[in-house]
């Protein structure tokens, strides 16, 4: 009966492209307050056990290695949300007409204004350069392309929510008073989007937390000083170390046998061919990033693969016809993709260039804590959030040496994917001076074996070394840190 939930509502369940499922689109307007609450009753299945890890004296109370203990500090690192292609890679003449299409697919302004108020943007720049950065996001040009959409918007606080069982089932007051908690993101819109939208999950408006008030930033650093995306930082080292690998005669061979492929799909996607510069080389010639984007894009909101809003990819082509050649030629497009990187992140040096960085900040932070713990009984608990990438994801699961990423996997993160490092004490049969470091991906876990904190740092000081061996950066005080003899 509120006719602004029913033109909401309607607004989203009823675009002719939009197929998103009841409960997510009212899950969102139930908690803008715009559908009463009696409205949706179910809540999102969790992907973490329902028991929780509050701060000091709150212990996980499972037996199992990967839910008992006391933790000590997490470390969340998450894909951004379902986003919007990275590029058009339609006829020159479908481009206006495609990007329209996207652009209703991106969350409503007021919803992204809500989330943006509560939890702001800071913008970690030298002072001299904070003007023109905050208003230049590697991706701000490119609108609607490589935006988050409103689905990815639902993901992430889905996501939000459900680790929230695991960590938050407190006064959310006191949760941010009994945990240092930062959160960091990349320079792109999406993934900074993704950030605010997993907090709001996490921490969503209550009596004791305002909808109007700003609670948490989420800071963002500049490209060239982003831990998070060695890409962008050091473009030129990341096409150095890349082209050792396209260069193996092995890569050179197999990657030779998907060309027929990329011309094929060069052929219903001309785009793609204006995008052979930014494909990292290789014989097959084309840009598999963007060539995989078109299917998981339009898989995700349920659109033709061979339709775009201009018309059909190739008007020669019956409808039918073409459609089923694109669906053969996309587990093959994803395939390859993970083909090449699984090449890419088993070369250590480019592997550590990527890897390194983040989980060096993760390791000096968790030694220090044992170290407070250790020294004065009981350390306040740390909560970091890192809002990031697919190529970021995937390196840091080869660099730990996971399960999904063992010989022959072509595995790659979905959207909306979270890696989290727990540092934890007192599990079941262990000292509780014993610190052991947990992993999980999307609530599950990923070793083996739990890993001690010095394993952890020991792993961590490999890819450093490595690292530093390719820049000829030094860092002293970091290797003290992590208990390294050079």
Same mark, same amino acid.
């Given at each position: 009966?509120?006719? #602004?939930?029913?033109?909401?509502?309607?607004?989203?369940?009823?675009?002719?492209?939009?197929?998103?499922?009841?409960?997510?689109?009212?899950?969102?307007?139930?908690?803008?307050?715009?559908?009463?609450?009696?409205?949706?009753?179910?809540?999102?299945?969790?992907?973490?056990?329902?028991?929780?890890?509050?701060?000091?004296?709150?212990?996980?109370?499972?037996? %199992?290695?990967?839910?008992?203990?006391?933790?000590?500090?997490?470390?969340?690192?998450?894909?951004?949300?379902?986003?919007?292609?990275?590029?058009?890679?339609?006829? %020159?003449?479908?481009?206006?007409?495609?990007?329209?299409?996207?652009?209703?697919?991106?969350?409503?302004?007021?919803?992204?204004?809500?989330?943006?108020?509560?939890?702001?943007? &800071?913008?970690?720049?030298?002072?001299?350069?904070?003007?023109?950065?905050?208003?230049?996001?590697?991706?701000?040009?490119?609108?609607?392309?490589?935006?988050?959409?409103?689905?990815?918007?639902?993901?992430?606080?889905?996501?939000?929510?459900?680790?929230?069982? #695991?960590?938050?089932?407190?006064?959310?007051?006191?949760?941010?008073?009994?945990?240092?908690?930062?959160?960091?993101?990349?320079?792109?819109?999406?993934?900074?989007?993704?950030?605010?939208?997993?907090?709001?999950?996490?921490?969503?408006?209550?009596?004791? $937390?305002?909808?109007?008030?700003?609670?948490?930033?989420?800071?963002?650093?500049?490209?060239?000083?982003?831990?998070?995306?060695?890409?962008?930082?050091?473009?030129?080292?990341?096409?150095?170390?890349?082209?050792?690998?396209?260069?193996?005669?092995?890569?050179?061979?197999?990657?030779?046998?998907?060309?027929?492929?990329?011309? #094929?799909?060069?052929?219903?996607?001309?785009?793609?061919?204006?995008?052979?510069?930014?494909?990292?080389?290789?014989?097959?010639?084309?840009?598999?990033?963007?060539?995989? %984007?078109?299917?998981?894009?339009?898989?995700?909101?349920?659109?033709?693969?061979?339709?775009?809003?201009?018309?059909?990819?190739?008007?020669?082509?019956?409808?039918?016809?073409?459609? /089923?050649?694109?669906?053969?030629?996309?587990?093959?497009?994803?395939?390859?993709?993970?083909? #090449?990187?699984?090449?890419?992140?088993?070369?250590?040096?480019?592997?550590?260039?990527?890897?390194?960085?983040?989980?060096?900040?993760?390791?000096? /932070?968790?030694?220090?804590?044992?170290?407070?713990?250790?020294?004065?009984?009981?350390?306040?608990?740390?909560?970091?959030?890192?809002?990031?990438?697919?190529?970021?994801?995937?390196?840091?699961?080869?660099?730990?040496?996971?399960?999904?990423?063992?010989?022959?996997?072509?595995?790659?993160?979905?959207?909306?994917?979270?890696?989290?490092? /727990?540092?934890?004490?007192?599990? &079941?049969?262990?000292?509780?001076? %014993?610190?052991?470091?947990?992993?999980?991906?999307?609530?599950?876990?990923?070793?083996? /074996? $739990?890993?001690?904190?010095?394993?952890?740092?020991?792993?961590?000081?490999?890819?450093?070394?490595?690292?530093?061996?390719?820049?000829?950066?030094?860092?002293?005080?970091?290797?003290?840190?992590?208990?390294?003899?050079?």
């Amino acid at each position: 009966h509120n006719p #602004r939930a029913k033109a909401s509502y309607e607004a989203a369940q009823n675009h002719p492209h939009n197929n998103m499922p009841a409960t997510n689109v009212c899950s969102l307007l139930l908690k803008r307050r715009i559908l009463p609450s009696s409205f949706l009753q179910s809540s999102p299945k969790c992907i973490f056990s329902t028991t929780t890890a509050t701060a000091r004296t709150t212990n996980i109370t499972s037996n %199992d290695d990967l839910n008992s203990g006391t933790i000590s500090a997490v470390y969340i690192f998450h894909r951004h949300g379902d986003r919007t292609p990275n590029r058009p890679l339609c006829a %020159d003449h479908q481009i206006d007409a495609e990007a329209k299409f996207w652009r209703t697919k991106l969350p409503p302004s007021e919803l992204v204004s809500s989330v943006s108020k509560r939890f702001p943007t &800071q913008i970690l720049s030298p002072p001299h350069e904070k003007e023109k950065t905050e208003s230049q996001f590697c991706d701000t040009k490119k609108e609607p392309f490589g935006f988050l959409t409103f689905r990815g918007a639902l993901q992430m606080q889905s996501t939000g929510r459900r680790l929230r069982k #695991r960590y938050n089932r407190q006064n959310d007051i006191d949760f941010l008073q009994s945990w240092d908690v930062s959160v960091f993101s990349t320079k792109y819109l999406r993934t900074t989007l993704s950030a605010q939208f997993f907090l709001d999950g996490f921490l969503p408006p209550t009596p004791s $937390l305002s909808e109007e008030s700003p609670i948490l930033p989420v800071s963002v650093r500049d490209r060239h000083n982003d831990n998070l995306n060695a890409f962008d930082k050091n473009p030129e080292l990341m096409s150095t170390l890349v082209s050792h690998v396209i260069s193996d005669p092995y890569f050179q061979r197999h990657d030779r046998t998907a060309a027929p492929l990329a011309a #094929r799909l060069a052929n219903f996607l001309p785009g793609l061919m204006l995008t052979k510069q930014s494909s990292f080389g290789g014989p097959s010639g084309i840009n598999w990033i963007h060539a995989a %984007d078109h299917f998981v894009c339009r898989d995700s909101h349920d659109v033709p693969l061979s339709i775009m809003e201009g018309g059909l990819l190739n008007g020669g082509t019956p409808m039918e016809e073409m459609e /089923e050649a694109m669906r053969s030629m996309a587990s093959q497009t994803v395939a390859h993709l993970a083909w #090449r990187f699984r090449q890419w992140y088993r070369h250590p040096p480019l592997l550590g260039a990527i890897a390194a960085p983040p989980l060096r900040d993760v390791a000096k /932070e968790m030694m220090q804590q044992r170290t407070n713990v250790r020294r004065y009984g009981e350390a306040k608990p740390l909560f970091r959030v890192y809002s990031c990438h697919d190529v970021t994801i995937l390196a840091l699961l080869y660099a730990l040496k996971a399960n999904i990423v063992k010989e022959g996997s072509r595995f790659w993160p979905p959207y909306a994917s979270t890696l989290v490092l /727990e540092l934890v004490t007192g599990i &079941q049969g262990d000292n509780n001076d %014993d610190f052991k470091v947990r992993v999980f991906l999307n609530g599950k876990g990923v070793k083996e /074996e $739990l890993m001690t904190v010095d394993d952890f740092s020991n792993l961590v000081n490999a890819l450093v070394l490595v690292d530093e061996a390719m820049t000829g950066a030094t860092d002293d005080a970091s290797r003290d840190t992590l208990g390294v003899t050079v």
